[in-house]
Nanobody, 123 residues
């Protein structure tokens, strides 16, 4: 059984930083790319970042490029999203999601999802 468990969300002031963690089990990063997807209530989900060990690609949405950094630890089967210079518009529920082999920007294509962690950025 595949499980993805996020942690690290919280309340932070604009300009601050947070690091989200995703602990995975039941899969390996050799077989799955890991994406971070966020959702604002009433809006659709957006892939903000993704990393694939299989082809070495890393993706960032334009809205977070230069501020967010994705990383992974294969030994711990964990992925991380370092978020710097946070803005109020980054407020959302952040999900860790896994897609077979390659990164994708299509949220509907992800195979497994975590439960999400709330990030709130105050102005």
């Amino acid at each position: 059984e595949v499980q993805l468990v996020e942690s690290g969300g919280g309340l932070v002031q604009a300009g601050g930083s947070l690091t989200l963690s995703c602990a995975a089990s039941g899969l390996t990063f050799d077989d799955y790319a890991i994406g971070w997807v966020r959702q604002v209530p009433g809006e659709g989900r957006e892939v903000v970042s993704c990393t694939s060990k299989s082809d070495g690609t890393t993706y960032y949405a334009d809205s977070v490029k230069g501020r967010f950094a994705i990383s992974s630890d294969n030994a711990k089967i964990s992925a991380y999203l370092r978020m710097d210079s946070l803005k109020p518009e980054d407020t959302a529920v952040y999900y860790c999601a896994a897609h077979a082999v390659f990164c994708t920007k299509d949220t509907h294509e992800y195979d497994y999802w975590g439960q999400g962690t709330q990030v709130t950025v105050s102005s």
